[in-house]
T-cell receptor, first 117, second 116 residues
Framework: AQKITQTQPGMFVQEKEAVTLDCTYD???????LFWYKQPSSGEMIFLIY??????QNATEGRYSLNFQKARKSANLVISASQLGDSAMYFC??????????????FGQGTELSVKP | GAGVSQSPSNKVTEKGKDVELRCDPI?????LYWYRQSLGQGLEFLIY????????KSGLPSDRFSAERTGGSVSTLTIQRTQQEDSAVYLC??????????????FGEGSWLTVV
């Protein structure tokens, strides 16, 4: 069974500094995808970044990058140059199966990030 | 609209009543998901539909919960004989099933259910 673990319930970071949010996963399927979502206090789920298990390079999207360490089964999110608007809940999620076959998406418990001015 | 649409946005119901929550996915999206999120908690997977395949119901917490998807588009999540512990936000999401863009899963704004 697939499993996602986020061990940091809460994190603080100074504005303009970088922060790493941890995520480890467990799956027996060689094909899977890893996602990060941001959920501000408004409640909407905002897609940030995706990494496929067969992708050769770490995914990047603007200030977001995913530090994918396949052997360690970790997919940490790095946010560079933190902004006050980055304060939110962040969820790591995993979906088994190749990208063209879909599959249920399982979420971790989340990390609440607070950016201090 | 262009996004995932959920209704009602808010629902207050009495314990023991049945409720129906509706999700209208993005046009053309063949995959549809339902999640439950209690206050301050993570997203709990409920059910997943993919095209004409049998849905993955492994996350439904009890037989009071059911969902259907008619015509491969709109989905309805039904909770029978609601209990106070059913109070939560129910989130629906959809995605394409093919291509790189299929890896992006879009969420609706949720239906806030309160059972009193």
């Amino acid at each position: 069974a697939q499993k996602i673990t986020q061990t940091q319930p809460g994190m603080f970071v100074q504005e303009k500094e970088a922060v790493t949010l941890d995520c480890t996963y467990d799956t027996s399927d060689p094909s899977y995808g890893l996602f990060w979502y941001k959920q501000p206090s408004s409640g909407e789920m905002i897609f940030l970044i995706y990494q496929g298990s067969y992708d050769q390079q770490n995914a990047t999207e603007g200030r977001y990058s995913l530090n994918f360490q396949k052997a360690r089964k970790s997919a940490n999110l790095v946010i560079s140059a933190s902004q006050l608007g980055d304060s939110a809940m962040y969820f790591c999620a995993m979906r088994e199966g190749r990208y063209n076959q879909g599959g249920k998406l399982i979420f971790g418990q989340g990390t609440e990030l607070s950016v201090k001015p | 609209g262009a996004g995932v649409s959920q209704s009602p946005s808010n629902k207050v119901t009495e314990k023991g009543k049945d409720v129906e929550l509706r999700c209208d996915p993005i046009s053309g999206h063949t995959a549809l998901y339902w999640y439950r999120q209690s206050l301050g908690q993570g997203l709990e997977f409920l059910i997943y539909f993919q095209g004409n395949s049998a849905p993955d119901k492994s996350g439904l917490p009890s037989d009071r919960f059911s969902a259907e998807r008619t015509g491969g588009s709109v989905s309805t999540l039904t909770i029978q004989r609601t209990q106070q512990e059913d109070s939560a936000v129910y989130l629906c999401a959809s995605s394409l099933a093919t291509g790189l863009s299929g890896n992006t899963i879009y969420f609706g704004e949720g239906s806030w259910l309160t059972v009193v």
